[in-house]
Each structure stands twice: as structure tokens, then as C-alpha cells.
């Protein structure tokens, strides 16, 4: 009878410890906290379980360490923790904490490239987002063969990084967040790819084209017609003759365009010297610049000259932009009167 009794109390006294141990373990992998602000947590490429886990405690994002790391072992994903950053709180489970870094679901973000930035503008905006290195980035996207790899034409992705608000995490290589913006323009290209086709138009035809029409005008509404004037100039064989090709091909433009600037033959960009289109595209044109080349206004339309508030009036002859010269920039800005697509007095 007596050993029945010592039987008995050293049954309870393990079923005791066991739901004791329970106790201690359904806390050690409950919430650090019943409410917390979101942090960054990051976790390197080849970082151990141990070394994760105690930054975690040490962060207070888990309560514990070394339950932590039980649960990862037990789940077995003690070798599959993803590399990146994560976005935190200390009101998870440990247990949601570990899935979403086994699922590699890492913070994302928000970078907002506008319609008409160039590829270095575009590298310099990632690199202040903390999304790549300015260099590398650049290296890649004036690599040719980066180009031809992600399938566009020309001898860098110059007008083929889709001016988009992208969502992105730290850490990926500057080839797959070029390749991210090149897809973007790509799945635009397809749907207008047809129209370009029925003017005879290459792909690097209308990116260089559009990339003008959006360095020229930010009224959505002048775009079909920006186009149109352009349109109609090369149909007739008459240079382009506008400034921001002039301008992309001067290495460090201080802001002031010189006459010697519009005479310089030796600037492949400047297209009051050269016939037809330019190398290639000087920006990043959005959608609806892309749409205005391959959908352009009808019109005779052969000039336009900007009104100094954003607009632009459109001529059909000489006589008449000449006109609209004199009464837009001539009087304001000095007697000197170029005859161009968009012309401004020089400095």
C-alpha cells in the first residue's frame, strides 16, 4: 500500500512538472508584448539560429531565445531562415515571427519614379531609397548587354525603366530591380507594339520619340500634339531641332544652352545638326508619352513654342511661329529668334 502511495505522488509530481513545463513554455512562446511598434529586423546571409533568435530577445520581439530556437528546430526550418529585412512587432506570436522569415516575406519599399527621369536620375533615387548602390546600378543599366538580355533595343536601358511607383525590397541585385522597371515597360510595349508596327516604327524608334515628346511638355493633353509636330517635321525630311536632345549630349549642362551649343556637330544629340532621330532615347518616357507617338494628333502642325506657363502654340508655317515667337519669348527675353520645333531666344 505504501509503495502504491509513493507511486502515486511521483506520478502527480511528474504530470505537475509537465503542465508546469507547458505553463512555461505556452509563455515563452506567446507575445513579447500585448501591443508594440513595428521595427526593422534584419538577418544576414549565412547568420546561425542561435544568433537570430538572441538578437530577436534582445530586441524584445520574442520572449525568449531559446524557445525560439526550439521552434525552429521543431518546425524544421532551423537552416531555412530567409536573408532580408523584416518588419516586426513585438504583439506577434514567435510563431508567426519565425513563418514569416522561413517565407522570406522581407519589408518593401516605395520608390516613385516620375515620367521623364533619365537613367542617372533613376539610379540616384534607388540609391537614396537605400534599394542599390548608384555605381552598380548604373554599370549594369549602361551595360549593351544588359539590354539585349532583358530584350530592348539600344545600347543601355536609357528610356526602358518604366517611369512606375514600385515596392521593393533591400537587398536585390541591381540587374533584377532593373529587370523589374524593364518588365513594366514591356507589358506596355506589347499592347502598343501593333500600332508601332503600322507606322513603321521600332521599338527604338518610339521610346527615343516619346522620351523627346516627354522632355518637352508635362500637360498631358500636348502630348498627342508634341508628337504631331515631330511626326510631321520627319515626314518631310526637316531636322528635329529641339533642345533637350541638345542638351542630353552635353556632359555636365550647366543650365544655359548656348548658340555654340546648337552648332556643335560633334554632339550626336543635337538634332539642329543631325537628320532624324537622335542615338537613341534621353529619358524614361511614361504611358501616355508612348501612347502620343504611335497615336499622334492629326494635324500640319510644323512648330511650337512654349508660352512660359507650362502650355505651348502650335503652328503650321514659319510666318505664324515666328509670330508667336515674338509675342511669347522675343519680347521678354531679347531680339535673338531661332527657328526650331520649340524655339527660344539664346542667352
Known sequence: M??????????????L?????????????????????????????????????ARLAGAGLVRSALAFEWLARWRGLAGG????????????PPDEILTLIAEGR???YTVVLPEGFRLAQIAERLAGAGLVDRDAFLAVARDPQTARRLGVQGESLEGYLFPDTYR????????EVAHIMVEQFLSVWRQLEPLAAGRELSMKDVVTLASIVEKETGVPAERPLIASVFVNRLA???????DPTVIYGIPDFDGNLRRSDLENENNPYNTYRIAGLPPGPIANPG?????????????DYL??????????????TYREHATAVDQYQKRSRGPQVRRTASSRPLP
Open 2 to 15: 505504501k509503495r502504491r502511495t509513493l507511486v502515486g505522488v511521483a506520478a502527480l509530481l511528474l504530470l
Open 17 to 53: 512538472a509537465a503542465g508546469g513545463a507547458l505553463q512555461l513554455a505556452r509563455r515563452a512562446l506567446a507575445p513579447a508584448a500585448a501591443s508594440g511598434e513595428q521595427q526593422i529586423f534584419a538577418v544576414s546571409r549565412g547568420e546561425p539560429l542561435a544568433s537570430i533568435a
Open 81 to 92: 531562415l530567409q536573408v532580408g529585412e523584416y518588419r516586426l512587432s513585438p504583439a506577434l
Open 106 to 108: 522581407v519589408a518593401h
Open 168 to 175: 521593393l525590397p533591400k537587398g536585390l541585385p541591381p540587374l
Open 236 to 242: 518631310r525630311g526637316m531636322r528635329l531641332e529641339t
Open 287 to 299: 504611358r501616355e508619352a508612348l501612347e502620343a507617338v504611335v497615336r499622334p494628333a492629326e494635324t
Open 303 to 316: 512648330y511650337f513654342v512654349s508660352r512660359n506657363d507650362g502650355t505651348h502654340v502650335f503652328s503650321r
